[in-house]
């Protein structure tokens, strides 16, 4: 192995990429350079995986890599490093090292062979968060060139640089904004709910919720974040906790769509759960109130009297100023939330 000052001086080096540098790309093209300080290599290429479209999207290269991203345009490409173990946690993989011969690897026989390349370190990146970010490959014309001290390196630092490209690190930040969070996730395109670092899970924000899916729907129509209020049962009786959703969605990217946050409900200022499920209905385009009543199952004088509680608390002169600003306080429960959810640590 390479003497411990340069593997030290490159833990820092990509340490201070994470903290400095702005921008994925950015990131991504600083740890390339790094790494090119360090270890021999002739191309490398670096990419986040989006694991629900099963893809590898290219954040920097270096050198001649134009092959390995016609590769990664594959539509194998994917499975095949599945096959071949490189999209598990472990340590990077030498090409001498691969459980097949080269030239019965696509990427090696149709790509980085006809390019003159012969040899390579590869492997997939995952973050302290346990989250699989992304994959990286370095190459070599000479097989010898990249040896096993240097896989030892990459080994050493491959915790970092998933670290550097962790987008939900990007997403804890940008939710900071909402200080009285108590708990949060990141929801990703397809429905799951991943760690966001920094704050607790709840269950309440489990993948099957019903407040994850009013979130997602409201968030479809536009804008880049929502507040409301849900209710939840509990052993306690019936109690409302603040919903803040945040579109951090980069479809060309990757998978991760919103940062969803849970926190106390805040001033209510006198509305019933009654007036702000009205509230709900009103910001949902049910104006006429028969049809405000029937879908809350009251009669018409409770709903004109739930209004004209909402107007005060408002300070809204009439229906269209009140939605508006019910809409922009968060104080509001939408309709599908209408039925209570069901709380509990998971």
Known sequence: MKCDPDLVRLQDELADVGTMAEGLNERALEILEALGRILPFDAGWLAVRDPERRRHVPLATTGTAEPLRRYFESPGADAE?????????????????????LPEICAWAEHLLPAGFRGGIAGALFASTGRHVGFLSLLAEDPARLSLADRQILGAVTGVIADDLDRTQEIATTARIVGTAEAGVVLTRGGDALTLPGLPDDRLLAPDSPILAAATQELSAGGPYTAFLAPVAGPDGERLVRITALDCALPDLDHLSAAVLLSSPGNLRGLTPLDLRVLGQLVAGTTPVPALAAALHVDSRTTTEALRRAEVALDAPGLTAVATRALRSGLRIPPGLSRPTRTGRR
């Open 81 to 101: 490093l599945e096959h071949l173990g490189l999209n598990s946690a472990q340590r990077p993989v030498l090409a001498s090292e691969l459980p097949v011969p």
